[in-house]
């Protein structure tokens, strides 16, 4: 019997990158078939009523498996952005500002738009649903963090890829979380 028990390191990284490509291909080509049968809008809506169940989920599976508990602030979200399927396919880069206050994800390119774009289709308007991921995946890894889009298509200066920034809420707004 074969597994992936059989398999030295190298292969099980491509494997990972493998199954990270499978994952995206399933999201996309369910998002496909929601905009051809409802429309442009409707699938953005469905999309991003599932990445507000998934993202959170996801978020803590990467905290449970790093034995991070959440409330571990923007140094557990670095951790948590690591481990996510799309950083196994999308180059990013994470920039720290405002001396550790401020993380900045940046993608450096986005699989979803360089498929898009192959195939003909617009670019996908993402920033809605982005917002909604990466504040459920954000506020499962530290209700105190906060986030703010810096570029995401549709907006003109995105040219295919995203950028977010994190910081954590202060003062009376973090005791609202």
Known sequence: MTGYAELDRDQLMEALAAFAKNWLAHDGS???????????????????????????????????????????????????????????????????????????????????QQTRRRKGLPDFPCKSVGEVEFR????????????RCVACP???EADGACAWEFSLAQGPEAAQT
């Open 30 to 112: 369910w998002f496909l078939a929601a905009e051809e049968r409802f429309g442009m809008a409707t699938a953005i809506e469905l999309d991003a009523a599932a990445w507000a169940r998934f993202a959170p989920a996801e978020a803590k599976r990467a905290l449970d498996f790093l034995g991070i508990p959440p409330g571990g602030g923007l140094a557990a979200l670095e951790k948590v952005l690591g481990l996510r399927m799309y950083s196994l396919i999308n180059p990013y880069r994470i920039e720290w500002a405002g001396d550790g206050a401020v993380l900045r994800f940046v993608t450096q390119a986005c699989r979803v």
């Open 136 to 147: 459920g995946l954000a506020g499962a890894v530290d209700p105190r963090i906060r986030v």
């Open 154 to 156: 549709p907006d003109p």
